[in-house]
């Protein structure tokens, strides 16, 4: 089986650097984030972030615009592959669509109506029962223990072995680095944000020539304006001056 390739840091992120058909062929066990800019801003100010990502196993490029940084930082030797969430996840319910007595995935995020609608997608798709529940948490649920005690209890049910939660960043990595160990039937977590809804069909995704051209904020922007524009043109836009820092050998890690 293939190794992954040198590490690669961007600002006080460490990302795994993988080609995206070795990554979802040795991908077992773990804990998976898929960082994008608005992480690596994120980075900067939450402690709490910055230490689940310290804890997680699998940190792999969600972006094309960390993909492309990552060309300007490390000439030559940057990320090979972008790996998003929501190519990742299909991606993996498709090389494990014969195994789902090993592989039993519990959904977590949406609507009610939604996400059984991904859960149907997802089966249909691979032609097997490989997503075996599904679950959409009310709001706050992070700070409910009785919400926490109530996914467990359905992933202890339905034998899961796999934990997949799209309800945002961080509130979905910072549940996750909480409470892993409150299932210990489940061997691989992902934390894939809006996949849920693309697999459900209830919201679309960038055209993939936007996407490879590093053009999906753009898309984003026209579908969500209000959120978007101040997310990409307020929240994340220093990170240009950042990783600048960083080439120049001046950007500090916040945390150290």
Request: with cysteine; hydrophobic share 40%; charged share 25%.
């Amino acid at each position: 089986m293939k190794a992954k390739l040198e590490t690669i840091r961007i600002l006080n992120a460490e990302i795994d650097n993988w080609k995206f058909d070795d990554f979802v062929r040795q991908l077992d066990h773990g804990v998976v984030i898929t960082p994008n800019v608005d992480h690596m801003m994120l980075l900067q100010k939450d402690r709490e972030f910055y230490e689940n990502y310290a804890s997680a196993d699998h940190i792999v490029c969600d972006s094309r615009i960390l993909y492309f940084l990552s060309r300007l930082l490390y000439p030559g030797r940057g990320i090979v592959d972008q790996i998003a969430g929501s190519d990742l996840f299909p991606a993996y319910c498709q090389h494990h669509k014969d195994d789902s007595e090993n592989v039993r995935i519990l959904i977590l995020g949406g609507t009610e109506s939604s996400i059984q609608l991904t859960r149907d997608a997802i089966n249909q798709r691979v032609g097997s029962d490989l997503v075996v529940a599904a679950y959409s948490p009310p709001f706050g649920f992070e700070d409910d223990p009785d919400e926490t005690a109530k996914i467990v209890r359905i992933a202890e049910e339905h034998e899961a072995t796999v934990l997949a939660i799209g309800v945002g960043s961080p509130k979905q990595e910072k549940w996750i680095s909480r409470h892993r160990q409150s299932f210990p039937g489940v061997r691989l977590f992902f934390c894939v944000g809006a996949t849920m809804n693309f697999e459900a069909g209830v919201e679309t995704r960038a055209p993939r020539w936007m996407t490879r051209a590093g053009l999906e904020w753009l898309y984003r922007i026209t579908q969500e304006p209000g959120r978007m524009i101040r997310r990409y043109f307020v929240d994340d836009l220093p990170i240009f001056w950042l990783v600048t820092k960083q080439k120049l050998g001046l950007y500090k890690d916040p945390w150290q």
